[in-house]
């Protein structure tokens, strides 16, 4: 889904966020999803190639998280 962008974050917490239609113009606190599954931080996120709303996330903690983002 190009219209989200999906950040990880120092304290292993991971977020996504919906683009609006014409872009971002303005700073925003509200996410459309939490993910907490890393007790350090997470640096690395990677969509499945072909599954819809399947992300991958590794974190320094040396876990890797498979997460369904459906909404």
Same mark, same amino acid.
């Given at each position: 889904n @190009?219209? +989200? =962008?999906m950040t990880a974050s120092e304290d292993g917490t991971i977020r996504g966020w919906? +683009? @609006?239609e014409g872009g971002i113009t303005a700073d925003t606190e509200d &996410? =459309? +999803? &939490? =993910? %907490?599954g890393h007790s350090r931080k997470c640096g690395l996120l990677a969509f499945h190639p072909s599954a &819809? %709303? *399947? =992300?991958a996330s590794a974190g320094m903690d040396? *876990? +890797?998280n498979l997460w369904d983002i459906t909404q």
């Amino acid at each position: 889904n @190009p219209d +989200i =962008l999906m950040t990880a974050s120092e304290d292993g917490t991971i977020r996504g966020w919906k +683009i @609006p239609e014409g872009g971002i113009t303005a700073d925003t606190e509200d &996410s =459309l +999803i &939490s =993910l %907490n599954g890393h007790s350090r931080k997470c640096g690395l996120l990677a969509f499945h190639p072909s599954a &819809s %709303n *399947v =992300l991958a996330s590794a974190g320094m903690d040396g *876990v +890797i998280n498979l997460w369904d983002i459906t909404q």
